[in-house]
């Protein structure tokens, strides 16, 4: 092709414009993928789980208030928040995710190749008070909205947690983690006096928080927990058989929402 006059084409204009195109041609795709996944809506719940991919913001703040912040955030794919210490990220695009104790994670959409969420999406769900719990008889109103635990001093369980001696075991031999709780709402696991909702409540626990499982009663998990992180005098061998007294607290969870795990 003859070019008339005294036009030129500079190499530098050819080598500009094929790497604009280039630029083009690998933005378009990424944007499309991105625009097919939902940015707005509920986040289904990965306990126990961190993610890969691209972060958009890392902060640090509650769980509760990362999953919120999240929900309300266009844009926002999904999010993980570590346990011990708070931080927050925030997803603009999910690569991957893992099995992480230490993490609870929120996403817009199923995780491919991942297990489901929990609850999984389109389970039946009934309304109770404020809160939506799963329907599952078996879970004996361990998760309520159920009046306040007493005000006042600490209260002891009505059934206490009994330690058995063993110079070989620590006096709780195992750890566990609490999930599963549906954080959208008032979800909370009741700490309750005794194996069995009839029992009155106690305490709260929460997604993530940490507990030491020391005894079991059928489905009630008799635990040992401090929210200070203090130490709690059950990671060592006791030398008599005795009822827990402190200086942390103790109670009967439902173990539906309780995962154990290697301390």
Known sequence: MRLSGNFKVRPAAIVATAFLCCILLFTIPVHSLLAQQATTGELLNYPGTSLGGLTSAETLMSLDECRKVCTERKGCLGFDHQTSTNQCRLFAALGNARQDSASNAGSRNPIAGYRPPTPPPGQEKVQTGKLDVE?????????????SPSEGPR?????????????DFDACGANGVIEGLDPSGDGFLAVRSGPGAKYAELDRLYNGEQVYLCQTKGKWLGVVYSKQRQDCNVTTPWITTQ???????SGWVHRNWVRLYAG
């Open 135 to 147: 329907r599952e008889p078996a879970r004996e109103g361990a998760v309520e909205t159920a009046t």
């Open 155 to 167: 209260r002891k369980p009505e059934v206490p947690i009994v330690i058995v001696a063993n110079p």
């Open 243 to 249: 009822p827990y007294t402190g200086p942390c607290k």
